[in-house]
């Protein structure tokens, strides 16, 4: 059956020293901090806010607003829901997902709340929504819809560009780690450690960021530091594998052909020869 987005509550409110009830609603909630600052008490954490942020809650997602004493806050919020309706609306959800797969991602239950930070695209948009639908007619309900549409959109594009830098950041710490440690035993539970990230999740970035898994990142800058201590020193051929964090020897030498097609000590004769 096609769904479509339909606002069923719209407001701008400025709140002073508050604490709101607990509660969820079938309602997903997008709330703006237009100025000001407060607090969202959500899944027993308590998330930060601040003008030009907003969240983006689920369904059925049990949260509360706090406001402190001497620290005002206004705020835009729009809840809407996914209906089924007689009306000709724009674009149904699933003709949008259809469309644009990636927001889908908006909708996964799984994912409870995101908080995001505004380029002024989103409030832009909100802004208008609100305002059309303040003035709900057959007249405008075209317009209504497309601007519900965008709002999505600018959401999804936020949200993505938002995880494409943390993403990034997240494989930077683990890049350092591995350049900085490769002489001894690398986990993937230390780089997840050092990354806040789940080990399944960092090996997906990883591959997607760098066309290849953690282990095998892990062994090609071991191999290259081996080729520069073959070339440029005179370390014993033996003792290059405990430079480079490979256990023992025959190991590494098995490594190393498979890579180059040469034994460690060949690899050196070839280069000394040149």
């Known amino acids: 059956m096609e ?26 909630e997008i709330m703006y901090v237009i100025d000001g600052k407060c607090q969202i008490e959500i899944d027993d954490r308590i998330v930060d806010m601040r003008k030009g942020q907003y969240i983006f809650i689920q369904s059925h997602v049990k949260h ?3 406001i402190d004493k001497g620290h005002p806050c206004r705020m835009l919020n729009v809840e809407f829901i996914l209906h089924s309706s007689k009306v000709t609306h724009y674009m149904s959800i699933n003709q949008l997902f259809q469309t644009n797969p990636s927001l889908q991602t908006l909708f996964d239950q799984n994912e409870r709340y995101f908080l995001l930070k505004d380029d002024e695209a989103v409030y832009f948009t909100l802004r208008h929504l609100v305002l059309e639908l303040d003035h709900q007619s057959a007249d405008n309900q075209l317009l209504i819809d497309n601007l519900m549409v965008q709002l999505l959109l600018w959401i999804d594009r936020n949200r993505r560009e938002y995880n494409e830098q943390t993403n990034n950041q997240h494989i930077k710490k683990a890049l350092t780690y591995i ?18 990230l789940h080990p399944s999740y960092l090996h ?40 480079v964090g490979v256990n023992t020897s025959q190991y590494f030498s098995n490594l190393f052909k498979k890579e180059t097609g040469l034994s460690p000590s060949a690899y050196r004769e070839h280069f000394c020869e040149i």
């Open 3 to 28: 769904q479509f987005l339909k606002a069923v509550a719209y407001y701008y409110k400025r709140w002073h020293e508050f604490e709101m009830d607990l509660h969820h609603h079938p309602a997903i």
């Open 64 to 66: 509360r607003l706090i």
């Open 179 to 196: 350049h900085e440690h490769y002489d001894s035993e690398i986990k993937v539970e230390n780089l997840a450690h050092i990354t806040h």
């Open 204 to 243: 997906k970035i990883f591959r997607l960021s760098l066309g290849m898994s953690i282990n095998q990142y892990i062994t090609k800058v071991r191999l290259d530091k081996a080729k520069m201590l073959l070339i440029n020193t005179e370390i014993p051929v033996t003792e290059i594998s405990n430079y």
